[in-house]
C-alpha cells in the first residue's frame, strides 16, 4: 500500500506520523486514496505508527464491483450503497461518496446503460410549493 502512494505524499504522510499529528495523517492518506474510507485510513495509520506491515485487503485494490455498477444501471443508488458498506466495510459517508463518484463516472462514461435520469429532487420542491399554495387558497 504504501508504495502505491506517490512519493511526495508517502513522505509527507510519514512526517505527520513521526511528529504524532494522526489526524493529518489521516487526511493526506485519504488525500491521496479517495476510495479509503476513514476507518481503514486510520487504521493504516494506526498500523503504520506502531511499526507493522501495512496493506490493505484485495478487493479495496481492485476498483469498482461489477454487482454494484450494475445496481447503479438500474437505478437502486441505496441498494448499491448498502452494498458497498458490506463489500469494503466503509461507514454510511464514505461508501455513499464512493457511489456517487462512481455514478457520476458511469453516467459520463455510459450514459445509455441507465434506465432512468438522475433524480434532480425538483418533486419535492414543486409538492411543497403546490401544498403550500393549495393551503393559502384554502384560507383564503
Known sequence: MASELPPDAFERIRAAIVSGNKIEAIRLLREARPDLGLAEAKQFVERWEAGEPVGLPDETLRGPDPAI??????????????????????????????????????????????????????????LLLLTAGMVTWWRA
Do not use: W
Not at 452494498?83 to 463516472?105: F, I, P, Q, T, W
Open 69 to 126: 455498477e450494475e445496481l447503479l444501471y438500474r437505478g437502486q443508488k441505496i441498494t448499491a450503497i448498502k452494498a458497498h458498506r458490506e463489500k469494503y466495510r466503509s461507514g454510511l459517508a464514505d461508501a455513499k461518496n464512493a457511489v456517487e463518484v462512481l455514478e457520476a463516472e458511469l453516467r459520463a462514461k455510459h450514459p445509455e446503460r441507465f434506465s432512468h435520469a438522475p433524480k434532480s429532487g425538483c418533486a419535492g420542491v414543486f
